[in-house]
Antibody, heavy 120, light 107 residues
Framework: QVQLQESGPGLVKPSETLSLTCSVS????????WSWIRQPAGKGLEWIGR???????NYNPSLKSRVTMSVDTSKNQFSLKLRSVTAADTAVYYC??????????????WGKGTTVTVSS | DIQMTQSPSSLSASVGDRVTITCRAS??????LNWYQQKPGKAPKLLIY???SLQSGVPSRFSGSGSGTDFTLTISSLQPEDSATYYC?????????FGGGTKVEIK
């Protein structure tokens, strides 16, 4: 079955750029939305944004000015860049696949998550 | 943004109890509502999509209902492995938003 794996640095300095990649295995990356979600320790889930395999994106307005997502269908990967990070960006970052049933979208496959700490 | 409000924020129940979690949207979202279960240190797991459709492989003791702004997740007979935090999420419009979570503990 489809599996997702996040990868990237676990420690990022303040004001620098957080870069994560999600690798998709066991299936094709094509024809799905792919989302990034984060969760600060002990807190709830925050949707960062998503990208379709065509490259079309939707970002959370709260992060839009700092976020860029991209997709590489040849590598079955998609990526997240979050610029100018602060301690408030410290969280577990998840990637997830959005599947649709008619017009209903839901995140049915999730990566295990990767912890990113912003600290000097 | 559509705000999702869950209640209660936590509950404690005994094995075999019927448990109900409520989620309210700040505007009408039809039945564009999903439910997830998250255990400590793990990624969320999809339970219910489109308000009432059970995801494949999820035990039938889980059910969802509601439409418009008010939704419920019901566990018909609580099991020890159901100890977790449950989140609702609207897929009506972006930004996608989650409820604050309901932590379910076993007495």
């Amino acid at each position: 079955q489809v599996q997702l794996q996040e990868s990237g640095p676990g420690l990022v300095k303040p004001s620098e750029t957080l870069s994560l990649t999600c690798s998709v295995s066991g299936g094709s990356i094509s024809s799905y939305y792919w989302s990034w979600i984060r969760q600060p320790a002990g807190k709830g889930l925050e949707w960062i944004g998503r990208i379709y395999t065509s490259g079309s994106t939707n970002y959370n307005p709260s992060l839009k000015s700092r976020v860029t997502m991209s997709v590489d269908t040849s590598k079955n990967q998609f990526s997240l860049k979050l610029r100018s990070v602060t301690a408030a960006d410290t969280a577990v970052y998840y990637c997830a696949r959005e599947t649709s049933f008619f017009y209903f979208y839901y995140m049915d496959v999730w990566g295990k998550g990767t912890t990113v700490t912003v600290s000097s | 943004d559509i705000q999702m409000t869950q209640s209660p924020s936590s509950l404690s129940a005994s094995v075999g109890d019927r448990v109900t979690i409520t989620c309210r949207a700040s505007q009408i979202i039809s039945n564009y509502l999903n439910w997830y279960q998250q255990k400590p240190g793990k990624a969320p797991k999809l339970l219910i999509y489109a308000a009432s459709s059970l995801q494949s492989g999820v035990p039938s003791r889980f059910s969802g209902s509601g439409s418009g702004t008010d939704f419920t997740l019901t566990i018909s007979s609580l099991q020890p492995e159901d100890s977790a935090t449950y989140y609702c999420q609207q897929s009506y419009s972006t930004p996608l938003t989650f409820g604050g979570g309901t932590k379910v503990e076993i007495k």
